[in-house]
Structures are given as structure tokens and as C-alpha cells.
């Protein structure tokens, strides 16, 4: 095990400042490591698990070509994580939730039944089976039946759900979860997320065998999904056991030379997965809005919870075992910062197969220019205590430009169709933030702070992204294009206990 030694001084500090205080340097070592902490990285390194599987696909009952019709059912489900059987709450009963797969132009109805259980409210006073769904990354209607996060579906309330796909970009990783604000994080948390495939708009990439990967840990105790403390809430709750596709160290075949598509989603609640690949390059070909322009070689692939990324991995010709680790990765807080962890085991055998590599993908994909008329909004998200702090057992609270979002208050951003915005979000707090928009993906001008290669990679790049990390104390500056459809929807942190936090705000398109 690593050495973490915390500072008490800051500690106590902290706690005596009372009312509302920058609290992140004091959550962060509840679980984490910053100023005044000492470290040594811990190697969890499972044995190789099972053969590596995809999520099942999600069965679509339509027989009427384009349209998708889905059956989606929120319900208690027994699984088996790690040998262990645990009662999950799930999508059909699955974990992760079955994918669904739908192609640009398609209309995709979702018939949804809430089948979870009453079980009382949870700290932030909200019943624990008040749901609803969110399609993460689609560019669709937010109001409606469509990407409508307002929705209270309680529970054994049923919803028909509608997504026209028509101005949908293909190629593309999206996914599913529920975004009620106060229980998003807990129902996240304890299994509700699943993969959406966009199918590619032609057969550039055909030929390469494609899998998908959904990141996601868990703790699992007394048979349930680990109950949320209050620094979980401040820190972010991350696992104890780190999944890929609902296993442990997963072994995925891959033939000397071969090469492979891997779409990824970090599921995860908190925890962020600086991806490494022993002996090989994580080719990157798009990323959370489309594909890129060609393959960008990249050694480590950092992923915050939300976003994906698309790669292309070329097995080498030497029959092994390479591992594919998530690198200690420090985001402020969380067990993670001196964690290396083995995620799947990339078993090269069997006969060659040498594929190339392409060497252009998308000959759409540019990189923008800020247009000169270009409205600059300022956003920054804070964290903070109220009522004496968390050692005086006060709450944790988190806001964007100091509003913490209800339902009746939150900071608000009055954009007008057909324009450019640019925003930037500044981050003053001790740990990273994943800051995702709803309905339009933009493109990154600039990041402030945090990973070198992230930056590179998105600030140079005609990377299209709807989940962009603000590093701590840094920030990022996007360029967001305000289209096709208006009304009310948001954006927030997707560390989710952050977003139930407060960390949150209504973005009004007219
Ligand atoms: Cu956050």
C-alpha cells in the first residue's frame, strides 16, 4: 500500500473558518493527496480475468427502418462483480446497461418504466427513485420527450422518451444515465449508465474489429453498492473495484499486427483514467462530438467521467500480454491520485494479421476559427462548505459564479440560435472538474493547468468535445457553437456529486 500522509494543520484550519470556506484542500485529503501529503504509488494489479465481451446491445423492437424502439426498464438487478453477487440498480437488468445503436437520421424512441423500489430519501432529501434519463452527447431537443433532464419519473411511472437523430453527428460514443438533480451521482453510482453507438457515416473504418469499453468502478458492501458519505460527496466517490464492461482485468484477443477500434466512456462517478497501453501507442481517431481529421499518436489517453475517446490500437507483432492501465493520476482528490491500475490485459496471439494503420480519417473535421463577433461568457465553479464545516458536520456545497443550483435558482446563460459563444470556465477550487454541456459539443480554444497531452491533444486538434476537464486552479476556454435547437438545459460538472451539489447551471437557447 502507498504512504499518504495529510497535513492536519490545513485540516484544522479549514474546519475553524466555519460558514462557507474553499474547502477542496481540506476534502481533498480525506481521501486524496495535495499540498502537504507524501506518496508512493499503489499497484493493484488483478489477475487476468475473463475473456473480454462487449455490453449487450440493446434488442430494438422496431421493424420500421429508421426507427430504433427500445424497452428501457430502471430496476434492482442481481449482478456478479468480481465473484460477488451484489444488487445493483440497473437498465434491464444489466451491467453496464445494454447499448444502444442507433445511425444518423434515425428517430429513437425509448419506452421507459421506472421499476425501483421506494427506499426513503437520501442526504440531499430527494427520493432515491425519483429518475429520469439523460442522453448524454446528443445533439437533440432538450424539451419535450426528448434530452429533457426536467423530468421527475417516479417510481412505477412509465415515460415514452423520443430522439430525433437528424442533425446527429455519426461516429460517435454517447451515452445514457440519469440526471436527476440531488440522486444522479447515487444512481450513477450504483449501475445506472449505458453506451449509445452512433454508427459511422461511411466505411473508412470497417475493416478494423471494434469493441466497446465502458469504464466504471464500484464498492460494493453488505451486498449493495457502497452507501455516500459527505466527503464523498465533496471528493467525488470513486471504487474499490475498477471495471471494464462490468469485469475485472478483462482479456481482449487481439492477432499479431492486427489493428483494433476501441470506443471508451468513462461510467465512472469520479474516478479519471489516464489510459496506457504497455508497448503500444493509443492512436486517437475521434473524440466525444465526431471523428478527428487522422490518428494522433498518443502514449497516455487521460479520460475524466463523461467523456470518450475513439482509438486505434495496432497489436505489435510480438505474441505477449500487454496491459492496459489506468496511470496514477492526481485530480485533487480521491484514492486514484497514487493508484496504477491493470484495466484490461491485451493478450496478442494467434495469427498475424497486419493491418495499417489510416493515415487520414475525416477530411470534415476542422479546427475553427473564433468568429470575431463571438459573445465571451466567464464561469466559475466553486467548492465550499456551509454551517461550520465539514468536521462540524455541515454540508457541502458547490456552485458555478456562486450560484448553487435548485430547481427554482441557478445561474443562467441566455444564448441566441445561430451564434458563436466563447466560454470561459475557470476552476478555483483544488481539484479538476469534468465541465460538460448539454445538446451542442464544442470545440477547445485553450486549457490552463492539468495534463500536457490532453491539452495538445485538444487544443490543436478539430477535436469536437461535450465533457472538457478544468484543471485545479486552471482553466479551459471553449468555442461553442449555439445550433438547430432552442430551449432550456444545462451545464454542470460531471463529477455527479458535485452536479447534486449545486454545481450546476440552465443554459436558456432562443
Ligand atoms: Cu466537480
Redesign the pocket.
Known sequence: MGLIKCNRRILLAASIVGFFFQADSASAMMGGCMMGCTSTTTIIDPPRGAAFTDPVTMPNISTVPGIVEVNMEAKLAPININGTTANLQTYNGYYPAPTIKVKKGDLLKVHFVNSLPYSGTNSMGMPRNDTNLHTHGFHVSPMGNSDNVMQHLMGGESFDYEYDLSLQAGATLNWYHPHQHGNAAEQVWAGQAGAIEVADENTALSAFETHTLVLKDITISSGVPAAHSSSDFMN?KEGNTMMVNGKVNPVLAMKPGQVQRWKIVNASNARFYKLSLANHNLNVIGTDGGLLDKPYAQSTVLLSPGERVDLLVKASTTKAYYKLKALAYNRGAGVSATQEITLLTANVTGTAASQTLPTSINAAAVRLTVPANAITRQLT?S?GMMGGGMMGGGMGM?TINGISYTETSAFTINSVLGNFEVWEVFNN?M????FHQHVNPAQVISISGGDASYKTLLTTTPAWKDTVIVPAMGSIKLLVPVKDYAGSTMFH???L???DMG?MGVWNIQ
Open positions: 467525488g465553479l467548492m458547490a477550487s481539484m479538476d472538474h469534468p460538472c460531471h463529477i456529486e458535485h452536479e454545481m
